[in-house]
Nanobody, 119 residues
Framework: QVRLVESGGGSVETGGSLRLSCTAS????????MGWYRQAPGKEREGVAN????????HYNPAVLGRFTISLNDAKNVVYLQMNSLKIEDTGTYYC????????????WGQGTQVFVSS
C-alpha cells in the first residue's frame, strides 16, 4: 500500500511556473515508478512524466518536454514536478501515481491537485 498526497496546485498566468509535490507514505518498499498524470476538462487522463526511484531514469510526455522537470528528494519519498513556461493547455487536475515495487500498472493514486493557467 502507498499513500500519495499532492500539493502545490494553483492559478497562474501563461508563461508562469508552479511546482507540484507528492509525498508518499505507508509503503515498505520503494515504488517501481512514480509519476504525474493530468486530466483536462472533457479529456482523458494522460501521463505527464515519471521517474524510476532506483535508477533515476525519467520519461516525459513530448508536450511538456523542456518545460517540466520531475525529480525526487534524497529520501525518495517526495516527487516533484517543476512546471515552467505554462500554457493554457496545461490546465487540468494533476495526479500523482505510483506502481508497486516490481513495476506494472499505476496502482496507487493521489487525490489530485488543480492547475489553472490563464491568459
Amino acid at each position: 500500500q502507498v499513500r500519495l498526497v499532492e500539493s502545490g496546485g494553483g492559478s497562474v498566468e501563461t508563461g508562469g511556473s508552479l511546482r507540484l509535490s507528492c509525498t508518499a507514505s505507508e509503503y515498505t518498499s520503494l515504488p517501481g515508478s512514480m509519476g504525474w498524470y493530468r486530466q483536462a476538462p472533457g479529456k482523458e487522463r494522460e501521463g505527464v512524466a515519471n521517474i524510476y526511484p532506483r535508477n533515476g531514469a525519467k520519461h516525459y510526455n513530448p508536450a511538456v518536454l523542456g518545460r517540466f522537470t520531475i525529480s525526487l528528494n534524497d529520501a525518495k519519498n517526495v516527487v516533484y514536478l517543476q512546471m515552467n513556461s505554462l500554457k493554457i493547455e496545461d490546465t487540468g487536475t494533476y495526479y500523482c501515481a505510483a506502481t508497486p515495487p516490481g513495476g506494472g500498472a499505476w496502482t496507487y493514486w493521489g487525490q489530485g491537485t488543480q492547475v489553472f493557467v490563464s491568459s
